[in-house]
């Protein structure tokens, strides 16, 4: 008996090494700045909430923080004793307490910083200790107060003096909340700051009644900012916890440090345009109508004004502060084709103040909006853009001079809808309003001045979720100088060959999310602007913080575009699970001498990309302003290269960071072209597999990573052009066999170009160099070398 159990634990620890490891767990204890709040219709979350989302499901998180606890109460009503029961060695305490030790009125809670509060800081530490477990102590979270100043309060005392005090006396680790919220906070300022706590009115949500001012608590955005300042303390300190933070999916990126977006809320009124005279038989303008309903909406607080199922025609609709405008699935907006409907207002075109004729959604100036529902939106652009003849059949072209008249150019090549219209072409007139120009100065050419179909300018909170947008004069959903954007589910649907119609346009916006949106349009898919030359410099705004989620983009001039407008600066782009389908171009990075401004730190991941009339990829700092695919019969010159100074409207694009890149057709993989004096700089293509015609095309651009990259080209002289060009890395790179060349050199500032792990021997040539360049500016192993050393390493070894 004895034997056989013998023999059978040693079995058992036989298989000992086949169980997986135990995962840790991380205890949360603290107060209800920490702990779990009600999801359902309720805007309060404490941060130790959102804080599972930041970590792999390599360990277990537990929140076992309380609303209203201290340290006293946890103990005394043994929850802390619960804690004890279940933590096991490997495990870890994270501790925040504070904000209810202080009350001193309460004697349930009231535990003194020096005293009791110290006291069971210190016993908390050595509790979890005895039973193997990691301590992290955490300082107070910040409440939000300004004094009348505008200067930020500190009401935490001694608490927090005293967390660390324990921490430095026992050699624990210190997460400093009470000082990273507070940075935050005052970052955020006076007013925008309310969004990271429950500034509610009543009304807003069924299951929490609103006091106006709650600045102790968190919204989702706040649970959320906070918990990412506590990943980020444990990412500094080198916690060991470091090991479980989620990866994003983006180079050296965890998910914590991913922009936060603050989604608004409304009232829950609602406000139907029929209760105030609107008539859905597609005839009527409704524009008085739907505008009431939105003014008196507003006038009571907002709500909801909401568009039911029918055929609406309107002129411009002014939206308000605190509105949703909600589409009903059925509803159908219709705007005006008469152009007397739409004034000329101060608005912008191409990143330059311009007059326009005023939008047909407006919104200036506003906080708290949202356009939503399954209803479409028509912007009847038939009426306004102008078409050329040979993107339509001869029977297209007859019909719509018939249907929509209009005027033609003398060569009869290009209709416009009027006389005023082709006078603003004739004269190159985009309504710049300077030199003490009025409004009043662009009646003669209004018609030309084509109005963007959504226009929000100096907005914040803004949702857009559900609806579709079709048929755009211009571009279609502008929106500028505004964040916290979140643009979810929208559809963009306009024809190929309309002129300036780019899906989404975001011009010096900050913190947006673009998520599960449809594209397919004339222009620019997803495009990201910060305005142009002087005037965008001037302004200084970048687009920065923006998250671009799957979508898909079919036609399109680009899938996703940084550019040509980009004299703000455009920065930290995180662009993931995209499919581009039929887009001229992939990824397009455009900009030309004159912008200035300074593109970087874009993240993008997971793009598929199929049947790309252009380039997959393309960086151009040469941009001409025409369609990316040349028309039968179209003659165009390269640009004259040569090197200018560098001043404030030289543009710069560096750090860019792409993975996990497919495309299936394309003409050309990758152009990257920058100027020669300044080169496109520090961009990493890695894990991508692209089928095109032409290969890989690099001038003018320094420290370029490709990283196992498969192009597979029907045109193979070369796989690979390099002019002048330098630090360029290519490592793994596969490619047809039996290619011409694999890789082109020329220009004399062509050097310290490595190929590594790659068989060269699978191209007829191996190199060609000229112009200036030479081979000797290349060093490269092949692949068979390092497969021939490592058999003479294994043999050695034998």
């Known amino acids: 008996m004895k034997k056989s159990i013998a023999v059978l634990l040693i079995s058992l620890s036989g298989f000992a090494f086949l169980m997986p490891a135990k995962k840790p767990t991380i205890f949360l204890i603290g107060d209800s700045t920490c702990a779990n709040k009600p999801v359902d219709d309720n805007p309060e979350r404490g941060w130790g909430q959102l804080f599972p989302s930041f ?38 305490v994270m501790i925040q307490f504070g904000h209810n030790d202080e009350k001193i009125e309460d004697s349930t809670r009231s535990a003194p910083a020096h005293g009791l509060f110290k006291e069971n800081l210190i016993r908390f530490v050595k509790d979890a200790r005895s039973k193997g477990a990691s301590p992290i ?63 509610i009115p009543a009304n807003h949500f069924k299951k929490y009644k609103g006091n106006g001012e709650d600045n102790t608590h968190f919204s989702e955005y706040g649970a959320a900012s906070m918990a990412s300042l506590v990943c980020q303390s444990i990412k500094e300190l080198q916690l060991p916890l470091v090991n479980y933070l989620k990866p994003s999916g983006f180079k050296d990126k965890f998910a914590f440090e991913l922009p936060k977006i603050y989604t608004p809320h409304f009232k829950r009124d609602s406000f139907n345009i029929l209760d105030y005279g609107a008539i859905a038989d597609g005839l009527t303008l409704n524009s008085a109508a739907i505008n009431r309903a939105i003014e008196t909406c507003a006038k009571q607080g907002g709500g909801t004004v909401v568009i039911p199922a029918g055929s609406f025609v309107t002129g411009p609709i002014i939206m308000k502060s605190n509105i949703n405008l909600h589409l009903n699935k059925g509803a159908l907006i219709i705007f005006s084709p008469a ?79 009027s006389p005023k219209a082709i006078k603003g072409l004739l004269t190159n007139n985009i309504g710049k309003l300077e030199n003490g120009k009025t409004l009043k100065d662009f009646d003669d050419i209004k018609d030309y001045l084509r109005p963007n179909m959504i226009r929000i300018f100096n907005c914040k909170n803004i949702l857009i979720e559900g609806v579709s947008f079709e048929n755009s004069p211009a571009w279609t959903t502008h929106l500028m100088m505004s964040e916290h954007i979140t643009i979810k589910n929208l559809t963009v649907k306009n ?72 004299s703000g600066g455009v920065n930290n782009m995180f662009v993931s699970n995209c499919t581009f389908i039929g887009s001229d171009i992939g990824l397009r990075f455009k900009t030309n001498r004159g912008r200035g401004g300074m593109v970087e730190n874009i993240y993008v991941n997971n793009i598929n990309m199929l049947d790309i009339p252009a380039e997959a990829i393309l960086f151009d700092m040469y941009y001409m302003a025409k369609d990316p695919v040349v028309l039968a019969g179209e003659k165009r010159e390269p640009p004259i290269v040569v090197s200018k100074p560098v001043d404030e409207s030289t543009p710069q694009f560096r750090n860019f960071y792409f993975t996990n890149i497919t495309c299936n057709g394309a003409a050309k993989g990758i152009f990257v072209r920058g100027i020669p004096e300044m080169h496109i700089k520090n961009v990493l293509i890695e894990n991508a597999v692209i089928q095109a015609d032409a290969g890989i095309d690099i001038q003018e651009a320094s420290d370029i990573r490709l990283n196992n990259v498969k192009i597979i080209t029907k045109n193979t002289k070369p796989v ?20 011409d060349v694999l890789i082109q050199l020329q220009g004399a500032g062509t050097k310290d170009i490595k190929i590594l792990n790659t068989n060269t021997s699978a191209a007829k040539q191996k190199v060609v160099a000229g112009f200036g360049a030479t081979e000797a500016m290349i060093s490269y192993k092949d692949a068979e070398v390092l497969d021939f050393k490592k058999k003479q390493v294994k043999k050695k070894g034998n």
């Open 339 to 417: 152009f007397n409907q739409y004034p000329l207002v101060v608005s912008s075109f191409e990143g330059v103040d311009a007059a326009r004729c005023q939008s047909p959604v407006v919104a200036e100036n506003l906080e708290n909006i949202a356009i939503t529902g399954e209803g479409i939106m028509n912007g009847n652009g038939f009426y306004w853009r102008p078409l050329k003849k040979d993107k339509v059949t001869e029977s297209q072209w007859k019909n719509h001079m018939v249907q929509y008249g209009g005027v033609l150019t003398t060569d009869k090549k290009m209709w416009y809808s």
């Open 55 to 92: 970590f792999t499901d390599e360990v277990n998180i537990q929140n076992h923080a309380v609303n209203g606890r201290s340290t006293k109460s946890f103990i005394n009503e043994h929850r802390w004793d619960t804690i004890m029961s279940r933590l096991r060695e490997g495990d870890y």
């Open 720 to 739: 690979v052009y390099v002019l002048n060009s330098d630090q360029l890395v290519i490592n793994n790179l596969m490619y047809k066999d039996n290619a």
């Open 137 to 199: 102590l955490i300082t107070p979270v910040m409440r939000r107060k300004f004094d009348e100043s505008g200067k930020f309060v500190d009401q935490h005392g001694d608490y927090p003096a005293v967390v660390k005090e324990v921490a430095a006396l026992l050699n624990v680790p210190v997460i400093d909340l009470h000082k990273s919220s507070e940075m935050l906070i005052v970052k955020e300022g006076v007013e925008n700051s309310k969004r990271l706590f429950l500034h």
């Open 495 to 566: 024809p190929w060959y309309g002129t300036n119609t780019d899906a989404l346009d975001l011009e010096s916006c900050k913190n947006a999310l673009v998520e599960d949106c449809h594209f397919d349009t004339g222009d620019d898919g997803i495009t990201i602007k910060s305005g142009r030359d002087a005037e965008g410099r001037k302004r200084g705004m970048p687009t920065q913080d923006v998250i671009v989620n799957n979508c898909v983009v079919h036609h399109a001039h680009g899938g996703f575009v940084v550019g040509s407008e980009m």
